[in-house]
């Protein structure tokens, strides 16, 4: 079966909050083989070599050639060359909605996933419960979390609302977030059973989930292609696309008597995703909206994003660059995605993101509405507790008025139904919703 044509026209981006409540039918995509390029090239490495070399044989769901090691590209005339300086172990950027990778690094290698798991614990458990339903955390929520995990301050007694627990999981990766929402769920070791069966179901085939929230454990991995699968899959889900969006919110505080009354205090939690809230040395890239970031001693630095441009998504995953400097994953991530939407339209695929087995509706997700919201809220409200939605300018090419995104509100549609399923595309429902950048 030959990859993925190339669409003729780009989907239109519909601001219309509206719309968010439509059902979106996704079609039925099945594992295509790669495609035969012209010109292929296969290189040993994008730059300087990894320390580690990846097994000889990989995984080739997607395609043999992303089975294949070193980097791969189709380099035939017009095409930009690949960044010289990128020293990830794998790393793959692909069209978020086509499904076609453009191109790829060592992308099935089996590798520690870190804080990047999160999106496939997102992805499980986030439909199974209202954003409004309330827990009250018990001792037992916050056992058996790894030491130095990383946390977003959850506090034995208290009580929080599923929003306010997400919020935790997506903006500070917060390991105590994720252990009281497995028990919430019936148990880590439950979720941990679920996590691996849904990866199954998404064909990512490289994954197991020893523990929901990506610490270090021995036998946990994931590849770039399966953490890319995850934040594909999740990006269907309005609540998903959210909190993986959010910037900055006020998370709940500890509870102080203050003149004989109980006072519930504020802190205040920042993404730690530099590409969506930037940094000393990385700026906010353009069009970002989300998704996921990680580190640990055995992974190193992971990253998953995905951006919008001139009505084209990309995604792409980076895992643990050698050039051991700040920030370095996402400077290499923003290289990559640079170059992606440099060579879309231009670059013959390597491969591509396969579909779930069986591929329902986006309301057909346990527990969620026809937007692939929890719950079956289909407020289009802001986020509560003082939220901030993701803002990136944007350079349009000729007037270069910042244009940001946020979520919540544009519905992206194909042109005809025809093309959507010669395609077989997977469009991302309301991802994203264009607006001035205060």
């Not at 990894?50 to 791969?72: D, E, H, I, K, Y």
């Not at 020293?87 to 870190?114: F, K, Y």
């Not at 992971?302 to 895992?319: C, I, P, S, W």
């Amino acid at each position: 079966m030959p990859a993925p044509l190339q669409t003729i026209r780009r989907p239109l981006l519909v601001l219309s909050a509206a719309l968010s409540s439509l059902a979106l039918t996704a079609p039925v995509a099945l594992a295509a083989p790669s495609p035969t390029p012209t010109a292929p090239t296969t290189t040993p490495s994008s730059s300087a070599s990894p320390t580690a070399t990846p097994p000889a044989n990989m995984s080739s769901v997607g395609g043999t050639r992303l089975g294949q090691a070193g980097t791969q590209v189709n380099l035939t005339s017009g095409v930009p060359v690949l960044p010289k300086d990128v020293t990830a172990r794998s790393w793959i950027v692909s069209d978020a909605e086509s499904g076609a990778v453009l191109a790829s690094h060592n992308a099935h290698w089996r590798l520690p996933p870190a804080s990047t798991l999160k999106m496939l614990f997102a992805d499980t458990v986030l439909p199974k419960f209202p954003k409004t339903t309330e827990h009250k955390v018990v001792a037992s929520d916050l056992a058996g979390m790894g030491t130095g995990s990383s946390l977003v301050g959850i506090k034995e007694g208290e009580s929080y609302t599923v929003h306010d627990l997400w919020l935790g999981v997506f903006l500070r990766s917060g390991n105590d977030a994720v252990h009281v929402l497995s028990h919430m769920n019936g148990g880590v070791a439950k979720t941990v059973s679920d996590m691996n069966a849904h990866a199954q179901d998404l064909q990512a085939l490289d994954t197991r989930v020893v523990t929901p929230d990506g610490y270090d454990e021995p036998g946990q991995v994931s590849s770039a292609y399966d953490l890319t699968l995850f934040a594909r899959s999740g990006l269907q889900k309005k609540d998903f696309r959210e909190y993986c969006s959010t910037v900055s919110a006020k998370f709940p505080g500890e509870t102080t008597k203050k003149k004989g009354k109980s006072v519930r205090g504020t802190f205040d939690i920042q993404n730690t995703n530099r590409l969506l809230s930037g940094d000393s040395d990385v700026s906010v890239y353009p069009g970002i909206a989300g998704v996921k970031n990680g580190n640990t001693t055995n992974a190193g630095a992971t990253f998953t994003g995905v951006a919008e441009r001139n009505g084209k998504v990309l995604l792409v995953t980076v895992m643990n660059p050698e050039k051991d400097e700040h920030n370095e994953v996402y400077k290499e991530a923003a290289k990559i995605l640079d170059w992606g939407f440099q060579a879309d339209g231009k670059v013959q695929p390597v491969g591509e993101l396969v579909a779930p087995k069986n591929v329902p509706q986006a309301s057909a997700q346990p527990g969620a509405t026809a937007t692939g919201e929890a719950g079956g809220d289909t407020s289009t409200k802001p986020s509560a507790g003082g939220s901030a939605s993701a803002s990136a300018s944007e350079d349009d090419g000729s007037s270069g008025v910042g244009i940001a995104l946020a979520v919540a509100g544009g519905l992206l549609v194909l042109l005809a139904a025809g093309v959507f399923l010669v395609n077989r595309r997977w469009p991302l429902p309301d991802l994203v919703r264009r607006r001035p950048r205060p």
